[in-house]
């Protein structure tokens, strides 16, 4: 069977008599944030992968990558020469690096074909980044797409999900939410789980996934209802702001051609959540969830496991 590549790096094997992956590398880059540990857990508790983690000098997480994962360990430069031998031999390379570095996904890339590494997964968990909308909205989308695009010919496996977090506008601590807009545009969200799991389904049967992109929704919702929804739960008032895109985009574009990383990330949040940068997915029909296998999950049940997990009271088992 086929196998796969992704962007912090989960390197795959193929077994002599299974149509399986069997060997996976990961790239792991400090400290492993929410969705890449997830990813690592979810690999390691399939027992056809054989999971290495790729990681750098400098990082102060590789105390924290378990045991059952075999562990490489290269300079902070991550040097061509270095990322080949890291891949030889491997079937997929799986990318969870957050970066902005158009020039340093490219190097893995081109690492992964000079290895004979015949999938990738890149780390590509988001809106539709080839839409014209996106990547008029923020460089980094289209650099994001240019990624896709990077040279890479046999399987290319991408999984966009919702973003998670301070994301949609909420800021939990202090019970206020931020509109863009009037906070109704509506957007795709999947859980780190069903996220995970995915992730697993397409690595295990490639030859049906390769060279596509994985849409994964496990619902639609708004900003709007999604507060809604907390203040249904808790019996708590949220306060409400709201930013208006047709000042924001203009001066957050400004701010990322002068240098200010953060505004990417202020552009991000508009593309996720205004409803019109392609992070709807239901309306286009391409939802794959029920392909894959993944469980299905509602606004309310993901905001009560949410507040569980926050410590919220009354939600904490």
């Known amino acids: ?7 912090n790096i989960i390197i795959i094997r193929v077994s002599e008599d299974l149509s399986y992956l069997t060997k996976l590398g990961w790239f792991n880059e400090q400290g492993g944030g929410s969705l890449r540990s997830i990813l690592l857990r979810s690999l390691l508790s399939e027992p056809t992968f054989k999971v290495t983690v790729l990681t750098r000098e400098s990082s102060k ?7 059952t994962a075999s562990v490489i360990t290269i300079a902070d430069s991550y040097l061509l020469e270095n990322l080949i031998k890291a891949f030889k031999g491997q079937d997929a390379v799986v990318n969870a690096i957050t970066s902005f570095s158009v020039a340093e996904q490219h190097k893995f890339i081109d690492a992964a074909i000079a290895a004979g590494v015949r999938h990738y997964v890149p780390s590509e968990y988001a809106l539709d980044n080839n839409t014209p909308e996106a990547q008029e909205l ?8 240019t990624v896709q695009q990077h040279g890479y010919t046999d399987s290319w496996l991408i999984v966009p999900r919702s973003p998670r977090n301070s994301f949609p506008g909420l800021h939990y601590p202090s019970r206020i939410i931020t509109f863009t807009d009037d906070g109704e545009g509506s957007f795709s969200t999947t859980t780190l789980d069903n996220t995970a799991l995915a992730l697993n389904r397409v690595l ?18 708004t900003q709007k209802e999604l ?16 930013i208006s895109t047709n000042e924001a985009i203009p001066a957050l574009k400004k701010r990322w051609e002068n240098g200010e990383a953060y505004a990417g990330y202020g552009l ?4 996720f959540t205004k409803g019109t940068y392609s992070g709807h997915f ?14 299905k999950k509602n606004l309310e049940q993901v905001v009560k496991e949410a507040l569980a997990e926050v410590g919220h009271p009354g939600f904490c088992s």
Not at 227 to 242: A, H, M, N
Not at 268 to 271: L, S, T
């Open 1 to 7: 069977m086929e196998n796969d590549l992704m962007k």
């Open 61 to 67: 997480a590789r105390g924290s990558i378990p045991s």
């Open 138 to 145: 923020s460089p980094v989308f289209k650099d994001k797409a």
């Open 204 to 221: 295990l049967n490639p030859s049906t996934t390769a060279n596509q992109i994985i849409f994964t929704s496990d619902f639609a919702t």
């Open 227 to 242: 507060v809604e929804t907390i203040e249904r739960l808790t019996g708590e008032k949220w306060e409400r702001k709201s």
């Open 268 to 271: 991000i949040n508009i593309g």
């Open 282 to 295: 239901e309306p286009v029909g391409q939802v794959r969830n029920k392909e894959l296998g993944l469980l």
